[in-house]
Nanobody, 125 residues
Framework: QVQLVESGGGLVQAGGSLRLSCAAS????????MGWFRQAPGKEREIVAA????????YYADSLKGRVTISRDNAKNTVYLQMNSLKPEDTAVYYC??????????????????WGQGTQVTVSL
């Protein structure tokens, strides 16, 4: 079992930055691939980024590539999502997931076995 708790969301102006954190407890964190997903009202959940258990390689959704960085610190049982140059369309609930990357990471599929409760990110004009 893995328990995940996201934090770091909030209200930010367009062009601003946020760093989301996902703190894990339970089963060994370092054995899981990790990812960030987001879901906006009326839209489906979409993957934002993923990172292998090893820390390399990583995956980024095309719409966010160049603006976000996923990282992990296994010693702290924490995965991060640094988001820069935020846009209003980035407004969503962001979820952390622990599981397994399926196939090649560049395909962008992460099987989420465990999920956090989500943290709200709101980007204003």
């Amino acid at each position: 079992q893995v328990q995940l708790v996201e934090s770091g969301g909030g209200l930010v102006q367009a062009g601003g930055s946020l760093r989301l954190s996902c703190a894990a407890s339970g089963r060994t964190f370092s054995t899981y691939d990790m990812g960030w997903f987001r879901q906006a009202p009326g839209k489906e959940r979409e993957i934002v980024a993923a990172i292998s258990w090893f820390g390399t390689p990583t995956y980024y959704a095309d719409s966010l590539k160049g603006r976000v960085t996923i990282s992990r610190d296994n010693a702290k049982n924490t995965v991060y999502l640094q988001m820069n140059s935020l846009k209003p369309e980035d407004t969503a609930v962001y979820y952390c997931a622990a599981g397994r990357i399926e196939g090649r990471i560049e395909v962008g599929i992460l099987r989420g076995d465990y999920w956090g409760q989500g943290t709200q990110v709101t980007v204003s004009l």
